[in-house]
């Protein structure tokens, strides 16, 4: 077996998590700085989360763009792998890794110029406006560093290689929580610099994991060779990764579009509701970015053995992942029911915060459990190229039934019914995700 990959022979089950388990510490741990970063800020005022709340959209457009691009590095990639087509697979990783660059000067444009119109949409506040121009210029702007580290991370990933990955996450995190108290209130000699601060803490962690990133590619990486020699853009190449990165990074952008709508329905509430929605938000990630990593796990496994035409490695890791997934959400959604007050005091919630916020997370919490299936079906599609599905699966979630019914039950059942909204959303996705599974298991996988 010595030319084999272990994708290719290692039982499902020690082999999903082993692939699985460092990206799920790495999102954990990328969830607990999150949170960790909220609780510092929130600490300066109701305003300054209230502002960070409101940039959270942008934050995650750039990281959908970033993993759109290198989920379909990782798809396209690992599929070759497991056709034994190395040569090709250096030549995807290395056109991914130009495609990432390019896109990053996006962000570099609405970083600069862009800030202060989006916030000015959702507030009239001068102190909200204030911190959200000076957290979002800085994050959004250099953000470039996170688009490279995100690249590198995924060729790591679709070789099989779970470890590094997680490394040069955690090593990024930590540099951040480390950073934040230090800038924010202006220890050790250091200047106090409140939100702007918490920004840069942000992305010289990023900027740590990038660097950190390059060097484990050059020292460790051995099945992937990036050569810019004679480099040309292949738009065909561009083509291929834009069909599964775009459904993927559509995927992830709708949660800012979802968070940038509900924002401006909840702003003619209460400023309050706003920064709970931005807390529950920072909250779930600890629940769905460790289920990610069960994905990122999933997803080389599973494209391998696409390529190798192993139905039955398929069967048995989709069964795996699914029951691993289930029993996280099950778990989060026991401590959402069970503990909702300890959570918000983690938040210096007033008790105007605790009263939305008990029922809110309560309700909220139930969307994860009815959740599992859909998720895991999207990065099913992903996996086998079928971005359309997920798309489709993403939209049906996070847009076309939570808005239209926030704004229908809204005037007439109160707060509540938005976060109801949530639950039914996920239900009747998962059902839809189960139809579009059956019937491409029939047609492609059989």
């Not at 989360?49 to 759109?68: D, E, K, R, V, W």
């Not at 939100?195 to 990038?210: K, N, Y």
Request: with cysteine; proline share 4%; aromatic share 14%.
């Amino acid at each position: 077996m010595e030319d084999k990959n272990i994708m290719s022979y290692k039982p499902i089950f020690p082999l999903l998590i082993s692939m699985a388990l460092p990206p799920m510490i790495s999102m954990l741990i990328q969830s607990l700085y999150n949170i960790i970063d909220s609780i510092f800020v929130a600490k300066i005022g109701e305003e300054a989360i209230t502002a960070i709340s409101l940039i959270y959209p942008l934050q995650n457009l750039s990281l959908a763009i970033s993993c759109g691009i290198g989920i379909a590095m990782n798809a396209l990639i690992a599929r070759y792998l497991g056709s034994k087509n190395n040569e090709k697979a250096s030549y995807i990783a290395t056109q991914g890794l130009a495609m990432s660059l390019l896109h990053s000067l996006l962000f570099v444009i609405i970083g600069l110029f862009f800030i202060r119109p989006f916030v000015e949409l959702f507030t009239s506040h001068p102190l909200i406006s204030q911190y959200g121009l000076e957290y979002g210029t800085i994050v959004i702007t250099f953000t470039f560093g996170s688009f490279i580290h995100i690249a590198i991370e995924k060729i790591f990933q679709a070789t099989g290689n779970m470890i590094i990955p997680m490394i040069m996450q955690v090593i990024g995190a930590i540099v951040n929580v480390i950073l934040d108290p230090i800038f924010i209130f202006g220890y050790f000699g250091f200047p106090s610099l409140g939100v702007s601060g918490a920004a840069i803490a942000t992305i010289i962690g990023q900027f740590v994991s990038c660097f950190v990133s390059i060097i484990f590619f050059k020292k460790y990486n051995h099945n992937i060779h990036i050569s810019f020699q004679n480099f040309h853009i292949d738009f065909q190449v561009f083509k291929n990764l834009y069909s599964i990165a775009i459904p993927s990074g559509v995927m992830m952008c709708l949660p800012s579009i979802l968070v940038s709508i509900l924002n401006a329905i909840l702003s003619t509430i209460s400023q309050t509701s706003v920064a709970f929605f931005g807390i529950y938000y920072k909250l779930q990630t600890f629940i769905y970015m460790p289920a990610n990593g069960i994905i990122q796990g999933m997803r080389p496994i599973l494209s391998y053995n696409y390529g190798a035409k192993e139905k039955l490695r398929m069967d048995q890791t989709l069964k795996t992942a699914l029951l691993c997934i289930s029993t996280l959400f099950l778990c989060g959604t026991l401590y959402f029911l069970c503990f909702p007050q300890s959570l918000l005091s983690l938040f210096e919630a007033n008790q105007n915060m605790i009263d939305i916020g008990i029922i809110g997370l309560r309700i909220l919490s139930l969307s994860f459990i009815f959740s599992s299936f859909a998720i895991l079906m999207s990065g099913v599609f992903e996996s086998l190229g079928l971005g359309k599905y997920s798309l489709l699966i993403s939209i049906l979630r996070q847009f076309i039934i939570i808005i239209p019914l926030s704004l229908l039950l809204l005037p007439i059942f109160g707060l509540n019914s938005v976060w109801l909204t949530f639950p039914i959303a996920e239900f009747i996705a998962s059902l839809i995700a189960l139809y579009f599974y059956l019937k491409v298991y029939k047609r492609i996988i059989v």
